[in-house]
C-alpha cells in the first residue's frame, strides 16, 4: 500500500483545500477584489486612453495627409510659375537680342553706306584731278602764245566790264 491513498485522506485534503480557500477569502477577499477591480478599471482606463489616442492619432494623420496633398499641389503650382517665368524671361532675351541684332545690322548698312559716300566723293576727287592735271598737260602742249595772249586779253576786259 504504497502508492495508494485512503479516501479519508484525500477527503481530509480537500478539507484542508476548503479551510485554506475559506481563510484566504475571509483575510484577502476584500484586498484582493479591490486589488482586481482597480486593476480592472486602469485596465480600462488605458484602453480608452487608447482609443482616444489612436482617434487623435488617426485625425492627426488625415490633416497631415491633406497637409501633404496641399504641398504637393503647391509644389506644382510653384513648378509651373517658375517654368512660366522662365520661359517669358527666355523669349524677352530672345526678343532683346533679335532687336540688338536688328540694331546692329542697321548700323552695319548706315556704315556701309557712310564709307561709300566717302569712297564715292574720294574716287570723285582723284578723277577731278586727273582731269585737270590732264587738262593742263593738254593745255601746255597746244596753247600757243598768242592763244595764251588772247585769252589774258579776255580775261582783262571781263573783269573791267563787272567793275
Known amino acids: 500500500m504504497h502508492g495508494e491513498e485512503s479516501g479519508l485522506s484525500i477527503l481530509f485534503k480537500f478539507i484542508n483545500f476548503g479551510i485554506l480557500v475559506a481563510i484566504l477569502v475571509k483575510f484577502a477577499g476584500k484586498p484582493l477584489k479591490k486589488f482586481f477591480l482597480e486593476r480592472h478599471e486602469r485596465v480600462k482606463n488605458e484602453i480608452e486612453t487608447g482609443k482616444t489616442t489612436y482617434a487623435q492619432i488617426e485625425t492627426l494623420k488625415a490633416e497631415l495627409q491633406r497637409k501633404l496633398e496641399a504641398l504637393d ?8 510659375k517658375v517654368m512660366e517665368e522662365a520661359y517669358a524671361q527666355r523669349d524677352m532675351i530672345i526678343s532683346e537680342a533679335k532687336a540688338f541684332a536688328e540694331r546692329l545690322r542697321e548700323q552695319a548698312i548706315l556704315t556701309k553706306e557712310q564709307e561709300l559716300k566717302e569712297t ?3 574716287i570723285r576727287e582723284k578723277i577731278a584731278e586727273k582731269c585737270v592735271d590732264e587738262a593742263e598737260r593738254i593745255i601746255r602742249e597746244n596753247l600757243k602764245k598768242e592763244d595764251h595772249d588772247r585769252l589774258v586779253r579776255d580775261f582783262i576786259e571781263r573783269l573791267r566790264s563787272v567793275s
Do not use: P, S, W
Open 73 to 80: 499641389t503647391e509644389v506644382e503650382e510653384i513648378k509651373k
Open 120 to 122: 564715292r566723293l574720294m
